[in-house]
């Protein structure tokens, strides 16, 4: 079992940027690949972003390269999502979830949070 928590979330206006942290407790952090997914209300969750173990290799989704970056740390069983130029179309809850490959459907990752919101302003 993994127990993940979400936090950062919060209100900004578009341009603006936010930085969300995930933190891990339970089985072996390292074991994972992590994953940030987002749904926005009344929308199926989406897949934003993924890590490696190592952290040596990240995917992205369409919508959100080159202004998102995710990164972990091993250490502090921690996975981040800097997020920068946000736009009004960012605004979801965002969930972390672990799982065995680095994938960006969903049914791919065994353990998720319970979501931290992202409002972003027009």
């Known amino acids: 079992q993994v127990q993940l928590v979400e936090s950062g979330g919060g209100l900004v206006q578009a341009g603006g940027s936010l930085s969300l942290s995930c933190a891990a407790s339970?089985?072996?952090?390292?074991?994972?690949?992590m994953g940030w997914f987002r749904q926005a209300p009344g929308k199926e969750r989406e897949f934003a972003a993924a890590?490696?173990?190592?952290?040596?290799?990240?995917v992205y989704a369409d919508s959100v390269k080159g202004r998102f970056t995710i990164s972990r740390d091993n250490a502090k069983n921690t996975v981040y999502l800097q997020m920068n130029s946000l736009k009004p179309e960012d605004t979801a809850v965002y969930y972390c979830?672990?799982?065995?490959?680095?994938?960006?459907?969903?049914?791919?990752?065994?353990?998720w949070g319970q979501g931290t919101q992202v409002t972003v302003s027009s």
């Open positions: 339970g089985r072996t952090f390292s074991w994972y690949v």
């Open positions: 890590i490696n173990r190592f952290g040596s290799s990240t």
């Open positions: 979830a672990a799982g065995q490959y680095i994938a960006t459907s969903r049914n791919r990752y065994d353990y």
